[in-house]
């Protein structure tokens, strides 16, 4: 199947707006699609050994034939390439082969690749254009759209970056029946936040085709993966640069950081921290009386059926409070907290931070 | 002297606008001018030994007083703290005191300073607002305003960056009076430079108060560096991201640059080679039939009278060559040139390179 029958979107950021494409033909279209935005020239494809051995020829071969030069640059796998020396490195690559100010990037991979990538393509000679060309679920549907790049500090995740937008988002759904269902799974949990926080079509749709989802078919997948796409599009558009309504696309990931963060992001995959953030968020939102048991339940058991995890293990009860607050200190005595109204709606709500810790007491005791 | 008696300024960027101060204060009158711009908070002041030894203490204190949270960051002097390993160390710094999305940066130094400094603010998660305080003639005149940010590669300067605009920018004329001379004339490269491509009156006015200026006047130099940030401005309004107008701003640089490059940055400072490669480059646009002779002996005998080199040292002629060439080998057989065709005007020309090689090579043997 070449054309997965959905149609293309738009990002709509004024002149910095760009499409997202959808393809299921193991990234023969992507040439095509990378010479509708940008004119022949230089051209570094960044991407990892895993997926570079997948998917590189048809990508390297298919530019070269529409003029384009590419230089292929293969960064090591995982977190790991997230740091400024590798995003140095790149760039070292890129100016010893000649680039200069009329190139371009193309990110070929997953988040990591995506994040790494656009953000050497931010700072290469004050910025040239990248192209996604994401190759997981989760940067399908996540990290590939909204522009946000970057990489790792020894004292964090993602604390150096910059806001840069692609010239093409290129999602290939194919690409996804080469994903290790781990990972698959893990991305679903942003696939089910989008139906939690903002349509309830979409959650329900879920609760019909997950077998499907999971075995990884392209036609299944298309609809689910555009309409995340359009969703986290339309909030982007509305709110670059997270003043407001993007941190609805937290929904969940205050806890799943905190998780992530005390399980020194060894023991889950973001997605599956994220699942566990939801049902917590969920059951915080239904103690707060935001929203009724029902909608916990139908949550809880998306998630469950999406093979992830909804209930975190026991951390000890300080260093979990301490982990929550970690991003909030500087918000004072009151926090935003992304509570679910009912499936479909959230709201973002000011809520006393003691609230919020005694919430998440009753959390620990239910478990 | 506490005001300089001129008005301020304003930078027009759509929603990234700012505004450009002038002051005489000895930077007494910074804090308040950054309370105007930003709520009080945590602020990385980065600065280097020696501006800080002299200026630091109003500073800090000030934005103190004003409810702000100073950390204080020192980075070594000179070229050498441009690089990503610096911005890194500045990174960490930041983090580890705390700092946060509600944090700012203000760069208290000159061009090194102030491009280090804007692209740290630029990544520190993703993007946090900076003050541009210029203690330096070239700094005030050049690299505070128009937003271009970046570090240096081992393959070159300033190849990492970002373009990202300050909130402000805070001009002190008096810092001026402790800059070593050397370094206000080679800052006075660019401001006749200014002239030459935009402002016969300012050419003019240069004429008359060039011993004034040298002297570190600030009442003469006022207008002056006020009048350079304007035109700066405009031409930055008008072509953001160097797409042409801004170009003309290069009046000089490609040979300047070239000039440097084979003197290794020693033995030049980069406005005595800007003040070279504008003579080369007045004296290519008569031999191009751009301009007249006279135009060419009143922009040399300027670039004299402010105690700069108007020709270059005797380079061998093969490297002389490629060093010019270097930036530009990408547009293959035509280049832009920045042609003077009288004083306050200047063209960007398309010329045949060959044309260019010989009039360089006529330029050698005039030497």
Redo the contacts between chains.
């Keep these: 199947m070449g054309d997965p029958g959905v149609k293309p979107l738009r990002v709509e950021l004024g002149e910095r707006s760009y499409p997202i494409r959808f393809a299921a033909d193991g990234l023969r279209g992507l040439p095509e699609a990378v010479g509708r935005v940008l004119p022949p020239g230089p051209l570094a494809i960044v991407t990892n050994a895993r997926v570079g051995r997948l998917y590189l020829p048809p990508v390297r071969d298919g530019l070269r034939a529409r003029g384009f030069a590419p230089l292929v640059v293969t960064v090591p796998d995982g977190e790991r390439a997230k740091t ?1 020396r590798v ?2 490195s790149v ?2 690559r890129m ?2 082969a ?1 680039l ?1 100010r ?1 190139s371009a990037v193309v990110a070929l991979g997953g988040g990591v690749v995506g994040d790494l990538a656009g953000f050497v393509a ?6 040239v254009p990248y192209v996604q060309a994401p190759t997981t679920l989760l940067a399908q549907v996540d990290s590939s759209v909204g522009g ?3 990489v790792n ?4 995740k ?6 840069y937008q692609p010239v093409l988002v290129y999602a290939d759904l194919s690409t996804l029946r080469t994903l290790a269902p781990r990972e698959l799974r893990a991305g679903m949990a942003e696939v089910i936040k989008y139906g939690v926080i903002r349509d309830e079509r979409l959650f329900a749709r879920l609760e019909r085709e997950m077998p499907r989802l999971l075995a990884a078919d392209a036609a299944a997948l298309a609809p689910i993966v555009r309409r995340c796409c359009e969703i986290k599009a339309e909030v982007v558009a509305a709110d670059e ?1 997270e003043g407001g309504l993007r941190a609805m696309l937290n929904f969940g990931h205050t806890f799943g950081h905190a998780i992530e963060v005390l399980t020194r992001y060894r023991r889950y995959k973001h997605g599956e921290a994220v699942a566990m953030g939801m049902g917590i968020a969920a059951r915080i939102s239904r103690r707060l009386g935001h929203c009724d048991t029902a909608t916990v339940q139908r949550i809880e058991r998306l998630v469950s059926r999406a093979g992830l995890p909804v209930k975190p293990p026991r951390f000890r009860r300080d260093a979990w409070r301490r982990a929550v607050m970690a991003d909030k ?2 918000r004072a005595d009151k926090i935003h907290f992304v509570a679910v109204t009912r499936i479909g709606q959230v709201r973002i709500e000011k809520i006393a931070l003691a609230d919020l810790v005694a919430a998440l007491d009753r959390e620990g005791e239910s478990r």
């Design positions: 400024l995003a140095e760039i070292g100016l010893a000649g200069d009329t931010a700072i290469f000679l004050r910025g946000k790049t970057g500090h020894a004292r964090g993602n604390l150096i970056g910059a806001f640069r200190k500087r």
